[in-house]
Each structure stands twice: as structure tokens, then as C-alpha cells.
């Protein structure tokens, strides 16, 4: 609320955020935090001890009913390890997330879709910063799996059998450095060609916005190098 001129001190903040019913700060890696100033809110009597014990009791019965304080051996999701999490079954569940979630905008002359049966014996190009860069590919609050179960667009269409070239274009998203002779020389040849560009967490997050739409810097350049 701050940052909204809403309030001009965390004392503020927090007596109006705990008399609004307001019983959750998400301050991960704040030092100094909206909460921390609740004890000297309820001393100086702008909020009572019988507010503060309604604002906190939902939150500790939800988590109790999540099982957050029963022992290791009560709770059935203890004993998963990824035998479980990585199970044919879940792989082909994220496999149809993934297919059901595109959203195609265009699809000219037919390109799509590219058919595996297909592919072996063609060039592939797969230019740009996301092309094979696994840090990029997750957004803000996406969790950070383990390495050996991250597909790039890369990796991916190498598993098919294709002949496949590479050239990101663009050490990371920002795209401030950009060698087209790389990215040129990746496609000239190749008869299928794939360009992954996007902004990713390194350009914008949670309070951290664009001013446009824009692709971030050389990102528009290395697209129209490719298809031209």
C-alpha cells in the first residue's frame, strides 16, 4: 500500500491492511516487513488482541487441515518420491497440458502440424534466445525442476530424429547483443525453421513491468533475419 500512496509508513499499512481483514502478507525475502510492526500497532491500541486472534485463526486451521503439523508417517503424500511424480502416467498427463494448452494464431498454407513421420532426413533451424536456454522458459512462481526433466525446444526436436541446426542469436532474453551471421548462417539451409523469442522472468515479473509490447531488444531484427 505503500508503494499506492494509500499509507506513508508499514505502521500505517499495517493497522489499515489487519482493521480490513487482511490476515496474509507475501513478503518472501523482505527484511523489514509489514507484519513486524503489528506488536506496536496492538501497544499503541489501534488494534485489539481479539482481532488479531480472529485474522490468525483461519490461517491455522486451514493449516492444519492441510496436515502442516501432523507427523511425517500421517500424511500420504510423505511417501511420494518420483518414481511417483515422474510415472508414465504423469508424463502423458503433462504431455496433453501441454498440447491442449497452444494457442495456434496463424496456420498458413498448412504448416502445421510438423509430423514426426516427417521429419527425419529434414533440416531443422531452432534459432533465437529460448531455443535452448532452460532458465528462460519458466515464469514468475513457476516451480524450478530438475534439470534432466527440462525439455528444451532444442532437445525436443532432436529426440524426432530430425537434422537439427542451433544459433540463439541472443545470450538471454534482454537481446542487447545480437550476431546475426549466427542466426543466418543456422538458417540458410535448413527447410523447417523454428524461432523462439518471448521476454521471460529476466524482462518482466511481478513489479516489474514493460512499457510496450514490444520484443525486448534485437528480438524483432533476429525474426525477420530468419525469414528472410
Not at 502423458?92 to 497440458?97: P, V
Amino acid at each position: 500500500m505503500l508503494g499506492h500512496h494509500y499509507t506513508h509508513t508499514f505502521l500505517e499499512t499495517a493497522v489499515a491492511s489487519v482493521n480490513a481483514g487482511c490476515n496474509l502478507e507475501l513478503s518472501y525475502g523482505m527484511r523489514n516487513n509489514i507484519f513486524m510492526h503489528i506488536p506496536q500497532a496492538l501497544a499503541m491500541g489501534n488494534i485489539t488482541l481479539q482481532m488479531l486472534r480472529d485474522r490468525v485463526r483461519p490461517l491455522f486451521y486451514t493449516r492444519m487441515r492441510l496436515g502442516e503439523f501432523d507427523p511425517p508417517e500421517m500424511n500420504p503424500y510423505s511417501a511420494l518420491d518420483l518414481s511417483v511424480v515422474q510415472s508414465p502416467e504423469h508424463h502423458n498427463l503433462s504431455l496433453e497440458a501441454a498440447v491442449k494448452s497452444f494457442v495456434l494464431l496463424k496456420n498458413i498454407r498448412g504448416t502445421l502440424p510438423l509430423r514426426a513421420r516427417d521429419l527425419p532426413g529434414q533440416r531443422l533451424a531452432v534459432v533465437g534466445p529460448f531455443a535452448d536456454n532452460p532458465r528462460v522458459l519458466f515464469g514468475d512462481y513457476a516451480p524450478v525442476p530438475e534439470p534432466q526433466y527440462i525439455y528444451t525446444p532444442r532437445r525436443g526436436l532432436e529426440t524426432l530424429g530430425a537434422n537439427v541446426s542451433f544459433a540463439a542469436g541472443c545470450g538471454e532474453p534482454r537481446c542487447h547483443r545480437y550476431s546475426r551471421a549466427q542466426v543466418v548462417g543456422a538458417v540458410g539451409t535448413a527447410d523447417v525453421v523454428v524461432v523462439c523469442l518471448g521476454t521471460g522472468v529476466d524482462v518482466e515479473t511481478e513489479a516489474k513491468d514493460r512499457s510496450n509490447l514490444s520484443l525486448p531488444g534485437h528480438q524483432l531484427e533476429l525474426l525477420q533475419d530468419a525469414v528472410q
